[in-house]
């Protein structure tokens, strides 16, 4: 009854690989979110999408697509994996609100992505 | 533009020791909210709470509390007799009140409770 999950939890990779992060949701959340969390433990947003419709699109590589399938799914494509893509990746999912402002945003388990 | 400082880096106390952690924000929007989460060494983020920028009530559950005060542009936390299970790094965040918004973090304060 995991609320927001993400596979794979580890991933070691070679350089110049193409690599997907998959994150669901079972909490009928309508948007989600992926963050990036470097070897300082700085978190930074990098796309949110409300019912499967792109919001933000931070300034992030092209190598960085994000694909939402339905709304309880966002998955996050890497191409042409590079060392400083080595990171931890959260997905994250909230309720939108009444008035418009989103609640309270609910994290997955976090990958760790190492690129060699 | 958003932003949020934790000026502490890292925190050091012994069990049975109060400890606060410190934030400060600046926002120009006058709706907006602040957000506390913990970062245990197993690496999950863990919601702790939630505040409006219309609600300067402070919050109590159990042993950690929370000073809102929208004078300072401070949101703190304090956790009164620190465990070891409190280890842990806790952010400050904020987000605007508008459709999928994404939280801005401060750079974190890791807690470490000695035995």
């Known amino acids: 009854d995991t609320a927001v999950s993400q596979t794979p939890k580890y991933l070691v990779t070679q350089m110049g690989n193409d690599k997907s992060i998959k994150c669901e949701q079972n909490l009928g959340h309508d948007t989600m979110y992926w963050y990036k969390q470097d070897s300082k433990k700085f978190l930074k947003i990098m796309f949110s999408y409300n019912n499967k419709e792109l919001i933000i699109n931070e300034t992030v590589p092209n190598r960085f697509s994000p694909k939402s399938p339905d709304k309880a799914h966002l998955n996050l494509h890497i191409n042409s994996l590079e060392l400083g893509d080595s990171a931890v990746y959260f997905c994250?999912?909230?309720?939108?609100?009444?008035?418009?402002?989103?609640?309270?945003?609910?994290f997955g388990p976090g990958t760790r992505l190492l690129v060699l | 533009a958003q932003k949020v400082t934790q000026a502490q880096t890292e925190i050091s106390v012994v069990e049975k020791e109060d400890v606060t952690l410190d934030c400060v924000y600046e926002t120009r929007d006058t709706t907006y909210y602040l957000f506390w989460y913990k970062q245990p060494p197993s690496g999950e983020l863990v919601f702790l709470i939630r505040?409006?920028?219309?609600?300067?009530q402070n919050e109590i559950s159990g042993r950690y509390s929370w000073n809102f005060q929208k004078s300072t542009s401070s949101f703190n936390f304090t956790i009164t007799a620190s465990q070891v299970v409190d280890s842990a790094v806790y952010f400050c965040?904020?987000?605007?009140?508008?459709?999928?918004?994404?939280?801005?973090f401060g750079k974190g304060t890791t807690l470490s409770v000695s035995s």
């Open positions: 965040a904020l987000s605007e009140a508008q459709a999928g918004t994404a939280l801005i």
């Open positions: 994250a999912s909230s309720q939108r609100g009444w008035g418009g402002a989103e609640e309270t945003q609910y």
């Open positions: 505040r409006n920028s219309f609600d300067e």
